[in-house]
T-cell receptor
Framework: DGGITQSPKYLFRKEGQNVTLSCEQN?????MYWYRQDPGQGLRLIYY???????QKGDIAEGYSVSREKKESFPLTVTSAQKNPTAFYLC??????????????FGDGTRLSIL | GEDVEQSLFLSVREGDSSVINCTYT??????LYWYKQEPGAGLQLLTY?????DMKQDQRLTVLLNKKDKHLSLRIADTQTGDSAIYFC??????????FGTGTSLTVIP
């Protein structure tokens, strides 16, 4: 079945450590997105990418980095510069059609906690 | 970014209808969307409505759109305990970005 796979489901980070969250999709979608979800705050956009080897910052990119070396993969690194990384992280993907928004499809999320 | 607003909580009794409301600001969206999030899971696309439509019905779900007032609602008929979840409305823009509301937590009381 086509879909988006995020791994791991739970991740723990020590102080000063970088961690990488995986996101893979087999939907052949061009666009991929990373969101952070905190209780009562909805979803906030971290980074997005519309094409391989290109990506843009979202609203809260500080302390995060991404890469898009393959169409199906969009890993997110939470760096030690992110002082409050405890959150639920969601990856999404969508098709791109000129001048028409397309629905986003989501993975099951990764919950990151600080040890 | 655009503003998409929802109330945070809604409680209904099993078998009653639920109505979740949303207001938005951007009028350029082609579609407006409703997503459902169960605990510990990602967002599941429930339904969406073309911005030139007033209403869309899909089994127990009815979406109403008042484009003049920029108001979107999701009605769930015969609400069941399995409908307990957080519901997000969202609008997109032609730059392929989405704007989500804060989510409405629906609790269904048996």
């Amino acid at each position: 079945d086509g879909g988006i796979t995020q791994s791991p489901k739970y991740l723990f980070r020590k102080e000063g450590q970088n961690v990488t969250l995986s996101c893979e999709q087999n939907l052949n979608h061009d666009a991929m997105y990373w969101y952070r979800q905190d209780p009562g705050q909805g979803l906030r956009l971290i980074y997005y990418s519309q094409i391989v080897n290109d990506f843009q910052k979202g609203d809260i990119a500080e302390g995060y980095s991404v890469s898009r070396e393959k169409k199906e993969s969009f890993p997110l690194t939470v760096t030690s510069a992110q002082k409050n990384p405890t959150a639920f992280y969601l990856c999404a993907s969508s098709e791109i059609e000129l001048d028409i928004d397309q629905p986003q499809h989501f993975g099951d999320g990764t919950r990151l906690s600080i040890l | 970014g655009e503003d998409v607003e929802q109330s945070l909580f809604l409680s209904v009794r099993e078998g009653d209808s639920s109505v979740i409301n949303c207001t938005y600001t951007d009028s350029s969206s082609t579609y407006l969307y409703w997503y459902k999030q169960e605990p510990g899971a990602g967002l599941q696309l429930l339904t969406y409505i073309f911005s030139n439509m007033d209403m869309k019905q899909d089994q127990r779900l009815t979406v109403l759109l008042n484009k003049k007032d920029k108001h979107l609602s999701l009605r769930i008929a015969d609400t069941q305990t399995g409908d307990s979840a957080i519901y997000f409305c969202a609008e997109g823009d032609t730059g392929n970005q989405f704007y989500f509301g804060t989510g409405t937590s629906l609790t269904v009381i048996p």
